[in-house]
């Protein structure tokens, strides 16, 4: 059905406005388009064996027409909402809504509240798409930030039968009777397709067998107009590639690179030639070592030309977007083509098309290196950085537990070591490149830096790079980084989860700006206690507080100075399972709690303090530790 200019569709008592038409359908429900108070409010429902929700999908619930208020808890979940001219006159009436399904685990705590809700007021479901407005909902409870949410629709598919029966000329159905799938046919409906034997069989016209050789005719020319072209291409190619072996000097620079620091660097014009025919081929086919390639314009509409931004870092920005089949999908738009970014670019392509882990990211796809711009394609993962939730916007909303925080230290370490064990080192291990999705399972991400590494060698020499914080000391001794720099910088990032502090902030004292510097001083002075983040419980849970020193003793060894006093990551995985699987009364290997309840670091204490780290100095703002370059 049509109203004015735009397609909708008659569900039950209810209109829905058809946003988006592709094989996952986006619909808004029509009676909120106006405002966010209709009259007369009535619940969408749908058969799902023919109309499937996407997993995205949200259940708002809205409570309106309330015979008293309702008292609210301080909840991310709970909004109200006043209907009428606002002068707070008899007019005006009070509604409420929950942003998450009532279902969710995450609101067992106003358990109460929902049922004074329920006995109070008339309330109605909606289905809202589960992307970044419902989250800025969330963060931020206005009326304009629920009207978005509402406009933003919600996803559905039809039934896996419909693409074949639209492939035999047919037209998708639902029998009300038999409650399954129909294919409507010219002459008759059928359960699956429609049968080639029923397509009409009239002759066929002179006129259209005319029409047929001419479109032959003009489709060779095509053809053999488009080989001399390419022939005259490719000679032109192997021109500009002999021209190019005489060396081509390529300064970089890094201007835009907020949360990483590069210098410059020359390239030969060996790698130049090592570099372009190896990721040229990828526009010769539909996939590149088993990763999908993508046209611009087909990632332009996935994320509305690029308006949903998720986060930007030292790479490029991040957007959010949904494919034609229905897969959200987070993707990378690297911010120049340079021959340095097209480096990162089929760097991180060749390490992620051959590693599957279930805590590694996972690549979709990417575009041709052909293309208008440099994209990345990954799985969405909606539950933002570890960043975020240890000292960014989600810290606050959703602090995470330490149960919590020690599975996601187990998670993180584990993928590492099955990237070492892989010949891989990452390079820019950080806490902005620790993912975390609905369950906070990890994701590590952005291997733009990683480098691939031979079994038999024990360091490989770089350019300076990384992030200041969590850099190698031991680097800038000898400008070379190994396995054991990301066991570093795996240590910052457990001072993190123990203390919720950023790796670096010019606000606190100049020997603390170093969030490493500053765990190895409290550790070797008796002092583990002022590093730990109260919040966590340690003061009033032994057990806590026995499990974050033995944590923050093993972040003390995973920072030493010189690498071959740190841990290997198979060696890290295994210590914390065995702090996660420690009884109570059982003590640790090193940490001893002494009854006067201070922290007594006994074979630590003797160890060499640490020079505050060179990358201080090169810190000029804290706020950029906590972007992410995923």
């Known amino acids: 059905m049509c109203i004015g200019c735009s397609t909708t569709h008659r569900l039950g008592s209810n209109t829905l406005k058809l946003l988006r038409f592709r094989p996952q359908h986006l619909f808004e429900r029509s009676d909120f388009i106006g405002g966010l108070c209709p009259k007369d409010i009535l619940n969408a429902t749908f ?42 006159d008899d007019d005006d009436t009070i509604s409420y809504y929950v942003t998450r399904n009532l279902s969710s685990p995450v609101l067992d705590g106003i358990r109460g509240q929902l049922d004074e809700f329920g006995f109070s007021c008339k309330s109605v479901n909606i289905r809202v798409s589960g992307g970044p407005w419902l989250d800025a909902l969330q963060k931020n409870r206005t009326r ?58 009239a002759g066929i016209s002179f006129g259209t067998i005319a029409g047929i050789v001419a479109a032959c005719v003009l489709l060779v020319a095509i053809l053999v107009a488009g080989g001399v072209f390419c022939i005259f291409r490719r000679r032109k190619k192997t021109h500009a590639t002999q021209h190019m072996s005489k060396g081509l000097p390529i300064t970089s620079t890094s201007s835009r690179e907020t949360s990483s620091y590069q210098t410059s660097t020359t390239i030969s014009s060996s790698s130049n030639l090592a570099l372009l025919p190896s990721i040229s081929y990828i526009t010769n086919a539909s996939t590149y070592f088993g990763v999908q390639v993508f046209s611009y314009e087909e990632l332009e509409e996935a994320t ?86 240890l000292h960014g916007d989600r810290a606050e909303a959703r602090p995470l537990c330490w149960p919590i925080r020690l599975n996601i230290a187990i998670e993180t370490a584990s993928a590492l070591s099955f990237l070492h064990k892989s010949g891989i080192i990452h390079r820019d291990v950080k806490t902005t490149n620790i993912l975390l999705d609905e369950n906070s399972t990890v994701k590590v991400a952005d291997f733009g830096l990683s480098r691939l590494f031979s079994t038999d060698q024990t360091h490989v020499s770089t350019a300076p790079q990384g992030t200041p914080g969590y850099v190698d000391p031991e680097y800038y001794q000898c400008y070379r980084l190994n396995e054991k720099s990301d066991v570093y910088s ?20 100049r020997h603390d700006i170093n969030l490493a510097n500053m765990a190895v001083s409290k550790i070797q002075n008796n002092a583990v206690h002022e590093l730990l983040d109260p919040s966590l419980g340690f003061a009033k849970d032994p057990e806590v507080k026995r499990k974050m020193i033995s944590v923050a003793e093993l972040a003390f060894r995973c920072l030493q100075q010189e690498r071959e006093g740190r841990p290997s990551m198979d060696e890290i995985v295994e210590t914390l399972k065995g702090i996660k699987g420690e009884k109570s009364g059982t003590p640790p290997d090193v940490v001893d709690i002494v009854g006067s309840g ?8 003797h160890s060499v303090p640490p020079p505050l780290s060179p990358d201080i100095d090169k810190w000029t703002s804290s706020s950029d530790t906590a972007a992410s370059s995923f």
């Open 144 to 201: 304009d930030n629920l009207q978005k949410a509402l406009a933003e629709g919600f996803q559905l598919g039809l039934n896996q039968d419909c693409s074949a029966c639209l492939a035999s000329e047919g037209a998708c159905g639902f029998n009300r009777n038999s409650g399954g799938f129909v294919c409507y046919c010219i002459d008759e409906a059928n359960n699956r397709t429609c049968s080639s034997r029923k397509k009409d069989k």
């Open 490 to 509: 795996f240590g910052v990032v457990l001072a993190e989860l123990i203390s919720s502090k950023e790796a670096v902030d010019i606000t606190r004292h």
């Open 47 to 88: 058969d799902e064996s023919v109309l499937k929700v996407s997993p995205t999908t949200e259940l708002l619930t809205i409570y309106h027409d309330c015979n008293r208020p309702v008292p609210q808890y301080n909840s991310t979940y709970v909004g109200d909402l006043i209907c009428g001219d606002g002068d707070g």
């Open 598 to 605: 201070e922290d007594d670091v006994g074979l630590l204490r």
């Open 304 to 389: 509305e030309n690029f308006s949903r931004e998720l986060g930007n870092g030292g790479f490029g920005t991040v957007y959010y977007g949904v494919l034609k089949d229905g897969r959200s999908v987070a993707v990378k738009r690297l911010y120049e083509r340079s021959l340095k970014r097209v480096e990162q670019f089929k760097n991180e392509i060749d390490i992620l098309k051959s590693l599957k882990h279930t805590n590694l990211v996972i690549l979709y796809g990417c575009t041709s290196r052909h293309s208008t711009e440099l994209l990345l394609v990954y799985e969405y993962i909606s539950n933002g950085t570890l960043a975020d939730h």
